[in-house]
């Protein structure tokens, strides 16, 4: 069964860091690209990050790039997402997602997310 | 960025009747784009992809259409488990969702 588990999130002070993490299994992880995607409470879905399977390609959205940075070990079959500088409207539920085969910047496995809360 | 405009925002339908969802790209995308369906307290799940191919596993009664700037997302014959959020989200280049819409039941 393909899985994804986020982990790492938490309450954390403005303008700190937290680095967030994704254990995947069920699949061979170095094959495919991955993403961060987040939702903030009541909110829609909004793209953090992606990178390719050989991460010779990263994307950020305008909203975290300079702050955020994305990595991944195939090795590990881990995903990383190591956020700095955070403000409160970081403030949000992260997932984790794995491309799908036929369209590298669309999604077709999602993990059940973890929250990230920024407050003073 | 290529911003991602879904209407309406809220579309009340009853069970059983067809209902049509709206999504438009600020600029071209081709047939770069995916819907996702979320439901409450899940995480959301691929729907369609190239603008009208089903994901798998996807019932036939969801359908995608559209290229370019406009896209429909159409669902026939309504069932209780449909009634959630819709998002599309193009993938052009590093990918953008549209705000997404609300379909409740009428």
């Known amino acids: 069964e393909v899985q994804l588990l986020e982990s790492g999130g938490g309450l954390v002070q403005p303008g700190r860091s937290l680095r967030l993490s994704c254990a995947a299994s069920?699949?061979?992880?170095?094959?495919?690209?991955m993403h961060w995607v987040r939702q903030a409470p009541g909110k829609g879905l909004e793209w953090v990050s992606g990178?390719?399977?050989?991460?010779?390609?990263?994307g950020y959205a305008d909203s975290v790039k300079g702050r955020f940075t994305i990595s991944r070990d195939n090795a590990k079959n881990s995903l990383n997402l190591q956020m700095n500088s955070l403000r409160a409207e970081d403030t949000a539920l992260y997932y984790c997602?794995?491309?799908?085969?036929?369209?590298?910047?669309?999604?077709?496995?999602w993990g059940q997310g973890t929250t990230v809360t920024v407050s003073s | 960025e290529i911003v991602m405009t879904q209407s309406p925002a809220t579309l009340s339908v009853s069970p059983g009747e067809r209902a049509t969802l709206s999504c438009r790209a600020s600029q071209s995308l081709s047939s770069n784009l995916a819907w996702y369906q979320q439901k409450p307290g899940q995480a959301p799940r691929l729907l369609i992809y190239g603008a009208s191919t089903r994901a798998t596993g996807i019932p036939a009664r969801f359908s995608g259409s559209g290229s370019g700037t406009e896209f429909t997302l159409t669902i026939s014959s309504l069932q209780s488990a449909d009634f959630a959020v819709y998002y599309c989200?193009?993938?052009?280049?590093?990918?953008?969702f549209g705000q997404g819409t609300k379909l409740e039941i009428k």
């Open positions: 997602a794995k491309s799908a085969r036929v369209c590298y910047r669309c999604m077709d496995v």
């Open positions: 990178i390719t399977w050989n991460s010779d390609s990263i």
């Open positions: 069920g699949f061979t992880f170095g094959d495919y690209a």
């Open positions: 989200q193009h993938y052009h280049n590093w990918p953008t």
